[in-house]
């Protein structure tokens, strides 16, 4: 469902040099590398935030840089579910209206064995910034499901989580790939989560090596 060809970039100086990905549908596709070679950039690349210098990403067969502005939005609002290490919460509305909001765009209702098993179900009516770092993190997870998009792109989404409290976000995370048509690519520091997912590709000297 998502291809990158010949990906090639760099800032200041080269970050990756001739990189090709494919994500197939129902699979989940972990990235792991070292601080700073570039994973997140990738990620960026990928879920169509950051042009590359050279290259092509082909969401469904389609250069999606190749399409209009109005239409490549339209893909990231509607198929492509973005989760970052930063949750772009909307302070000062409640967690409810926060996934209102996710209905409101796509027409879904709230899922709440979603909620459940992100254990938010019981704050759902408290003001975001009353929710802990930890259920925020979650709550930002359950707005990007409640819209359910094709494609995750997942940066460090358990980063400020508990072990146990991580396990219950990513299990959520694995069903709904597996349930439903999408597939998701999970950027990580934690090797033991990268082991859970499909496949596992390690950023190292501007390349991306498949290593499982
Ligand atoms: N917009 C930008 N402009 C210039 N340089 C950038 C930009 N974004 C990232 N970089 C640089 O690219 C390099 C890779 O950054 P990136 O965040 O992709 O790495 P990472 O592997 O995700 O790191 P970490 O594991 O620490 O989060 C870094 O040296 C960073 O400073």
Redesign the pocket.
């Known amino acids: 469902m998502l291809e990158a060809k010949g990906i090639s970039h760099k ?2 100086y080269e ?1 990756f040099n001739n990189i090709n990905l494919s994500l197939y549908k129902n699979e989940t596709i972990a990235i792991i ?10 990620l960026n690349i990928l879920s169509s935030l950051l042009q590359p210098n050279e290259g092509s990403v082909l969401y469904n067969g389609v250069d999606i840089y190749k399409l209009k502005k109005s239409k490549l939005l339209n893909i990231r609002r509607e198929d492509f579910g973005i989760i970052f290490q930063a949750h772009y919460l909307f302070r000062g509305f409640s967690a409810k209206e926060n996934l209102d909001i996710a209905t409101l765009l796509s027409s879904n209702e709230i899922d709440t064995t979603l909620l459940k098993n992100l254990d938010i179900e019981h704050v759902i009516n408290q003001g975001v910034g009353e929710l802990s770092g930890g259920q925020q993190q979650r709550l930002s997870i359950a707005r990007v499901l409640t819209k359910k998009p094709k494609v995750i792109f997942a ?2 989404p358990t980063g400020n989580l508990d072990k146990q409290t991580s396990t219950h976000v990513m299990d959520a995370l694995f069903k709904y790939v597996k349930n439903g048509e999408a597939g998701l690519i999970l ?1 990580t ?1 934690d090797e033991e989560l990268a082991s859970k997912c499909d496949r596992t590709f390690k ?1 190292v000297d501007l390349k991306l090596e498949e290593i499982r």
């Open positions: 800032f200041d970050l590398g070292m601080s700073g070679s570039g994973k997140s950039t990738l940066d460090e950027v520091h950023v």
